[in-house]
């Protein structure tokens, strides 16, 4: 027994050792790993935290643009100080009209203020039903702090724990227009902070604006959605023109024999199986890609299959997937030996190569831009080909426009639709809120500013007075009287014009902030308007005749005679044997619009009487800073003079480079002359617009006409239909008296037209619009 | 007589105590080894995600990024180097030095060694460690960071070489071009 016990003691030692080792390295194991674990959920904790922070953002900004969504207001821009009335609902009549609309999809029960910030408080206090209270103090959010500039509202998880959630706060930032949202996101005791400014705007999005039916033909592009409330009124929605947008094809009627029939069948495509209504089928789509296959198939690789897809592969002759239209273009912009493999219609091609021209985004045109495809002299897929690059709208049902015009709403809108990322292509049942009705009236405000500046330079006057004679004096000008220049039809060049002027000219003048006197009706001719141009009418014109009395036509024989003899139209009590006196329609030829135009309104659409036409090479700038005014062959003189202008004014002119409501605005000519093109910039509010010929518009165009039948124009018949928002080339055949049908053109070409977009552009007083937020993404910020 | 140790015993004695010893040292030694790397491990790891970290907030934070393509037709690009320039106009770059398999960062001009042990080796592939990735030319969308990461080697044992390559990959949009 003394033996055992003896040995028993030696394996002791040994065990005890082994033990601290074992023990040593399990409690080193164990820590590393509890110090790995700890980390690791460190990080997740960072990234949760992070994750809940930007879930915070995104919801925060779309509830703060719902909510923002809801004001309607007639103030053409959003300063600091009407920035903090919307938000705290101090606005009063003096800040124009402001209506809050109801909430979409939900009701509050008992608002507590009028201000986007109570808005908000109210939709998180009573609507959302997701907040927690983490802490106590969370039960008395949502608070706004004592000014009324900041609001918290109660955390919101994002997770069935709760255990990750963010917090939200709106600030109206002192003396701006911005809102800060911060969202602070929260998991197991780890935060993330994150904000973000978003500016209180007040944009209309769209290139287009029409009450009437809205007409774009080939060769026609354009870069933002376009609306329409055509087709509201009862009656105006038929099966002869009656539809509100007629689009035409671009590719339609190059090639007869090969790509016509392509794209009829491609057409036929569209009707049965184009399920998002964009005009393109997506060879993945499981219904889209149901009639796909033989010509119709994805060529350029884009994903889509379009008429553009038709066109590469119908003119593509070397296989490369592009279409050279000019060797010589392409060879400068670095692609030499190249061979043409189109050229039957160069504006089509040019106008296709030209769009989209800041290509990469970053304010200015350059090679980069030709490198990735601008006017690089070749068609392809970098051109980024879209009739319509932005949605459509309508007021009307897709229903009630079907039945009315017995067939498909496609079958009048042709051209691909490529709307922005989450958007419609196509979208129907506007409400007004999302797709305004523009009545003349609306403008009335914003027209002060402009008629008091014109009101600044000196009278308009004549060979003996004024700025004419200033231009006579200086050598300059040139005046010849309405007796020795000649009868122009009404429209220029138009095919069935209705009605002729024997004009006066003033030729190469200048004016600056001027008021071009009623009954005036002359040709400007090379001359240059800087500032404010005013034309002035009649504003009371109700009389159903003023459109017509004293109308002339030729009496075949050689001469010129009334057409409507011993029709007399009244105003103010008295009455007139012609209107044309009391009226103005004019003609800029070659002209260049330092500025805007605008007009006194008529009170009914008078397009016989109150018209202005510009054609020749007309141009608008207003920002020296424009690249196109640069480009321009005088371009240095034109940014001098821009410069000279009154920042102040500027800044209020750039509203609108066209503000004449009411009017009738024809610009470009009808012979599509490639020679001679129309720049404008700015928003074109007009009764009636047609651009034809070869016309860039970088702005919107706003349309106040809503034809209606036996009213004003219409009072002697003819259909509300008739009357058109007009984008390119049109005949009889779509319901345009004034043109030619295809099959008869002698004319050089369909033109080109591009409406370009810009939503930054300032807008004029008068329009009630949804104010939006526009969220400023280098504002984005993390911490605190 | 009984009472004591003959020689042998205890020869056999300090034998059997040399052997115990010898094992215990080289088990400490081995465990303090594991225990040394393992914990450069941890740091590194921690190390390595603290830096993707920080690099995805310049990332999404950023105002302007670089370097850029050498065509605008390019939409892709593997770099060494990933240039930022913040909000506030600091300068920011970051370096992969193949040689001494660092990560640098370089503020404003002043470069400082923020990670070692960065081989970018993958299964004896090479690999960047940023993929810029553009629309149009300049504008940056996204960065996709790809460090492959070893701890120090001088932490290494015999018996199991070199540390496991450690992987770190993120993309980041920027949050000027998500907004």
């Not at chain 1, 986007?116 to 008395?140: N, P, R």
């Not at chain 1, 602070?184 to 009450?211: C, P, Q, W």
């Not at chain 1, 495509?269 to 060879?283: E, F, K, Q, S, T």
């Not at chain 1, 979208?427 to 999302?434: A, I």
Request: net charge negative.
């Amino acid at each position: 027994m003394k033996h055992a016990h003896t040995r028993s003691g030696w394996a002791t030692v040994p065990a005890l050792l082994m033990l601290t080792v074992i023990a040593s390295i399990t409690a080193g194991m164990a820590s590393v790993s509890y110090t790995n674990v700890r980390s690791a959920q460190a990080m997740i904790g960072i990234a949760m935290a992070q994750s809940a922070a930007e879930s915070g953002l995104s919801f925060g900004s779309i509830r703060l643009l719902h909510e923002v969504n809801r004001f309607v207001i007639d103030r053409g821009v959003i300063d600091s100080d009407l920035a903090e009335k919307l938000w705290k609902g101090t606005w009063t009549s003096a800040d124009g009209n402001i209506t809050v609309s109801p909430p979409l999809g939900y009701i509050v029960s008992a608002p507590t203020g009028s201000g986007v910030v109570y808005c908000l408080k109210d939709v998180f206090a009573q609507v959302d039903s997701h907040s927690i209270e983490v802490t106590t103090g969370d039960a008395l959010l949502p608070r706004l702090s004592s000014s009324d500039s900041v609001l918290n509202v109660k955390p919101i998880p994002i997770d069935a724990n709760e255990e990750t959630y963010f917090r939200l706060q709106f600030g109206l930032i002192e003396h701006s227009t911005r809102i800060l949202i911060t969202s602070v996101g929260y998991h197991n005791g780890i935060t993330r902070t994150i904000s973000m400014e978003f500016d209180l705007d007040k944009r209309i999005d769209y290139a287009l604006v029409a009450m009437s039916r809205v007409m774009l033909g080939r060769n026609v592009h354009v870069e933002g959605p376009i609306g329409t409330r055509f087709g509201t009124d009862i009656g105006e929605l038929n099966a002869n023109f009656g539809v509100p947008l007629v689009m035409h094809s671009d590719f339609a009627g190059i090639d007869p024999v090969v790509l016509d029939g392509d794209i009829a069948a491609f057409a036929a495509a569209i009707l049965a199986y184009d399920v998002d209504g964009d005009n393109r089928l997506r060879p993945s789509h499981p219904t889209e890609s149901a009639a796909l296959g033989g010509a119709l198939i994805d060529y350029d690789g884009d994903q889509y299959v379009t008429e553009m897809d038709l066109f590469l592969s119908r003119y593509d002759i070397d296989g490369d997937i592009r279409v050279v239209y000019d060797s010589a273009q392409a060879s400068s912009a670095g692609h030499s030996g190249m061979t043409e493999e189109f050229t039957q219609d160069m504006q089509l091609a040019n106008l296709i190569d030209t769009a989209k021209s800041d290509r990469n985004m970053d304010g200015v045109m350059d090679s980069v831009d030709t490198e990735l495809g601008w006017n690089d002299g070749i068609i392809d897929v970098r051109d980024r080909y879209a009739k319509i690059d932005g949605s459509v709208g309508f007021a009307v049902g897709i229903t009630d426009w079907e039945s009315a015009s017995g067939g498909s709403w496609q079958e009048d809108v042709r051209g691909s639709i490529v709307p922005d990322f989450a958007s419609s292509a196509s979208q129907f049942q506007l409400p007004n809120d999302r797709l305004a009705e523009l009545t003349t009236s609306m403008f009335a405000d914003s027209q002060t500013w402009f008629e008091t500046e014109s009101l600044t330079g000196m009278a308009f006057g004549d060979l003996a007075s004024g700025q004419v004679q200033s231009n006579m004096v200086t050598g300059s000008g040139t005046y010849i009287p309405a007796g020795q220049s000649g009868w122009e039809g009404v429209p220029y060049e138009a095919n069935g014009a209705y009605d002729w002027y024997e004009r006066s000219v003033y030729k190469d003048m200048s004016f600056n902030n001027v008021r071009i006197p009623v009954g005036t009706n002359a040709v400007f001719d090379n001359c240059m308007f800087v500032g404010v141009t005013w034309v002035e009418t009649t504003e009371d014109v109700d009389d159903p005749n003023w459109n017509f009395a004293g109308s002339m036509e030729p009496d075949g024989l050689g001469g010129y005679s009334e057409q409507f003899a011993g029709l007399t139209a009244e105003t103010n009590g008295v009455s007139y044997a012609s209107t044309r006196e009391l009226s103005n329609n004019v003609r800029f030829h070659d002209c260049t619009f330092l500025g805007s135009i605008a007009a006194d309104v008529p009170s009914e659409f008078t397009h016989w009487r109150n018209k202005i036409q510009v054609t020749g090479a007309s141009r608008f700038f207003l920002d020296q800073d424009d690249p196109d005014v640069a480009a321009q062959s005088d371009g240095v003189v034109l940014q001098a003079i821009l410069q000279s202008i009154d920042p102040q004014d500027r800044e209020q002119m750039a509203r609108s480079s066209v503000l004449m409501p009411g009017w009738s605005v024809e610009i470009g000519a009808f012979q599509n002359d490639e020679s001679v093109g129309v720049k404008l910039t700015g928003t074109i509010v007009s009764g009636l617009l047609d651009l034809r010929g070869v016309v860039d518009v970088h702005g919107a165009i706003l349309s106040t006409y809503h034809p209606v039948e036996g009213e004003g124009a219409l009072f002697y018949g003819g259909e509300a239909d008739a009357f058109n928002t007009t984008l390119g080339y049109f005949g009889p055949e779509d319901g345009d008296e004034e043109g030619i049908n295809d099959g008869m053109k002698t004319f050089s070409g369909y033109g080109r037209v591009s409406l370009r977009a810009n939503p930054d552009a300032p807008m004029p007083d008068g329009v009630p619009w949804p104010i939006t937020i526009v969220p400023d993404g280098s504002t984005y910020k993390e911490g605190t | 007589m009984r009472k004591g140790f003959t020689v042998i015993e205890l020869l056999i004695g300090m034998a059997i105590a040399a052997v115990l010893l010898t094992g215990l040292f080289a088990s400490i030694q081995t465990s303090v080894h594991a225990y040394e790397r393992s914990s450069a491990e941890g740091v590194n790891r921690l190390t390595s995600r603290l830096l993707v970290e920080r690099i995805a907030l310049l990332v999404r934070t950023g105002a302007s990024f670089g370097p850029l393509p050498s065509s605008a037709t390019i939409n892709e690009l593997e770099s060494d180097t990933l240039e930022i320039t913040t909000q506030n106009g600091q300068q920011v770059t970051i370096i992969w030095n193949s040689i001494d398999e660092t990560l640098e960062m370089d503020v404003d001009g002043v470069c400082s060694t923020v990670l070692g042990g960065v081989t970018q080796d993958v299964d004896g592939v090479s690999i960047s460690p940023f993929l810029l990735q553009f629309a149009y030319g300049t504008s940056l969308q996204r960065v996709t960071i790809n460090l492959a990461v070893v701890p120090d080697p001088k932490h290494a044992t015999a018996m199991d070489g070199a540390g496991e390559t450690l992987r770190l990959t993120a993309s980041v949009m920027p949050r000027a071009q998500l907004y």
